[in-house]
């Protein structure tokens, strides 16, 4: 029986382009530069795929970086006034958890004032029970590793066969959630998609959950 439901927030429960779109466009207006040239750079899967710093290469690309410019552009990333809004799956999904009594818990990589940033844009505290910041313990605690995955098992008093865990990428999500024998769903969405990995159970929408845990 599913006592709780593990969810990766960025892609998985809003999408993370629009965090990112926000902060380009502020920077782009600030530094008077062409907002549509970053844009176009930006919405290029393979180019998400392939780097890894985000920021340095998108300034090298339309030739305006320098070390200075990329943490102003960091700075904006950590502390943007913004409203964001989860998926109207995540809030249908969400509130059909609530109403079961089925706890729920996210669990989430990145810079942990940024992460903090998103949780307030999206006002996500009232739809969950906890969130794990697995980059709190250091970076190398990040999903994959098993850490964040051990913490939320914890906070919700249950043991690994009678949770689910949904997210996006095969690699930090799927990977690191099946180390501990957690059952996975892969949510086909975002740039993510477009990674190759042999997933045991795909969803393409958050609704399809409700088949798993009945």
Same mark, same amino acid.
């Given at each position: 029986?599913?006592?709780?439901?593990?969810?990766?927030?960025?892609?998985?429960?809003?999408?993370e382009?629009?965090?990112?779109?926000?902060?380009?466009?502020?920077?782009?207006l600030?530094?008077?530069?062409?907002?549509?040239?970053?844009?176009?750079?930006?919405?290029?899967?393979?180019?998400?795929?392939?780097?890894?710093?985000?920021?340095?290469?998108?300034?090298?690309?339309?030739?305006?970086?320098?070390?200075?410019?990329?943490?102003?552009?960091?700075?904006?990333?950590?502390?943007?006034?913004?409203?964001?809004?989860?998926?109207?799956?995540?809030?249908?999904?969400?509130?059909?958890?609530?109403?079961?009594?089925?706890?729920?818990?996210?669990?989430?990589?990145?810079?942990?004032?940024?992460?903090?940033?998103?949780?307030?844009?999206?006002?996500?505290?009232?739809?969950?029970?906890?969130?794990?910041?697995?980059?709190?313990?250091?970076?190398?605690y990040?999903?994959?590793?098993?850490?964040?995955?051990?913490?939320?098992?914890?906070l919700?008093?249950?043991?690994?066969?009678?949770?689910?865990?949904?997210?996006?990428?095969?690699?930090?999500? &799927? @990977?690191?959630?099946? +180390? !501990?024998? #957690? /059952?996975?769903l892969?949510? *086909?969405?975002? %740039?993510?998609?477009? &990674? @190759?990995?042999?997933? +045991? !159970?795909? #969803? /393409?929408?958050?609704?399809? *959950?409700?088949? %798993?845990?009945?």
């Amino acid at each position: 029986m599913i006592k709780s439901v593990l969810f990766d927030l960025d892609n998985t429960l809003y999408d993370e382009d629009e965090y990112f779109k926000k902060v380009f466009k502020l920077f782009a207006l600030k530094n008077e530069i062409n907002y549509s040239k970053i844009l176009e750079i930006f919405d290029d899967n393979n180019f998400r795929i392939r780097n890894k710093d985000l920021f340095s290469e998108v300034l090298k690309e339309i030739n305006f970086y320098t070390e200075d410019r990329q943490n102003e552009l960091f700075e904006l990333y950590k502390s943007i006034d913004c409203s964001l809004k989860l998926y109207d799956d995540a809030i249908n999904i969400l509130g059909y958890l609530r109403r079961l009594n089925i706890k729920v818990v996210v669990i989430t990589n990145g810079v942990v004032e940024v992460q903090r940033n998103k949780v307030k844009s999206l006002s996500l505290d009232k739809y969950v029970d906890f969130i794990v910041y697995a980059r709190e313990k250091g970076i190398e605690y990040e999903k994959p590793h098993s850490y964040s995955f051990e913490k939320a098992l914890e906070l919700v008093n249950s043991k690994n066969n009678e949770v689910i865990y949904i997210g996006d990428h095969p690699y930090t999500d &799927i @990977v690191g959630a099946e +180390k !501990l024998k #957690i /059952k996975t769903l892969r949510f *086909l969405n975002g %740039y993510a998609s477009n &990674i @190759v990995y042999d997933s +045991k !159970l795909n #969803i /393409k929408s958050l609704i399809e *959950l409700k088949k %798993y845990i009945r």
